[in-house]
């Protein structure tokens, strides 16, 4: 198995435009999540979903939109983009029930 | 989610075993307990779970005290690779609690 694959794994935007993270696992996880985290800081969550077609706001998600059409797949879209986006981002996923999250590799956002 | 504390940063000669506490006074009583390992420039990797008294795999242990308030990891005989940010996170796995946030975590260096 894969596990979690995010892509790109580096990205260089101008400020107002626009990109989207691609997050997709395969382990048949409910549970979805998008952290960014900036040069020395901890992990901050963005947006979770609970399951295909539920998604819910985490601690800063202002800036970002995220959509869950299949099980498999958890997108993250920034629109309008602004230097302080410019961070690593986490997809992570984990089975109900148990809170073992599993890590994508990042993408590196650098917004100029 | 109950609000996790932990030391900013520590260090260890090699060899040596290293623990790294976290407190979280107001944990409830569904609350697990789960530590994470996060190398530079990658995502997060599980490294332990428990809910009371100790558990042992075969990289760390977790010691639980009775009243559950705080948690201590237990890195045995530790080398340079072990140099890392430490993460305690506190939640329910099932419904109710699928929102994951991450504290501060603690830097751990490794000296030879």
């Known amino acids: 198995n894969a596990g979690v694959t995010q892509t790109p794994k580096f990205r260089i935007l101008k400020i107002g435009q626009s990109m989207t993270l691609q997050c997709t696992q395969d382990m048949n996880h409910n549970y979805m999540y998008w952290y960014r985290q900036d040069p020395g800081m901890g992990l901050k969550l963005i947006y979770y979903s609970v399951g295909a077609g539920i998604t819910d706001k985490g601690e800063v998600p202002n800036g970002y939109n995220v959509s869950r059409s299949t099980t498999e797949d958890f997108p993250l879209r920034l629109e309008l983009a602004a230097p302080s986006q410019t961070s690593v981002y986490f997809c992570?996923?984990?089975?109900?029930?148990?809170?073992?999250?599993?890590f994508g590799s990042g993408t590196q956002l650098s917004v100029l | 989610l109950a609000k996790t504390t932990q030391p900013v940063s520590m260090d260890s000669y090699e060899g040596q075993e290293v623990n790294i506490t976290c407190s979280h006074n107001n944990i409830a009583t569904n609350d697990y307990i789960t530590w994470y390992q996060q190398f530079p420039s990658q995502g997060p990797r599980f490294i332990i779970q428990?809910?009371?008294t100790k558990v042992t795999n075969e990289v760390a242990s977790l010691f639980i005290p009775a009243d559950r308030k705080s948690s201590t990891l237990s890195l045995p005989r530790v080398s340079l690779s072990d140099t890392a940010v430490y993460y305690c996170l506190v939640g329910e796995s099932n419904f109710g609690n699928e929102k994951l946030t991450f504290g501060t975590g603690t830097r751990l260096t490794i000296i030879p």
């Open positions: 428990g809910y009371k």
């Open positions: 992570a996923s984990r089975r109900q029930g148990n809170e073992k999250l599993f």
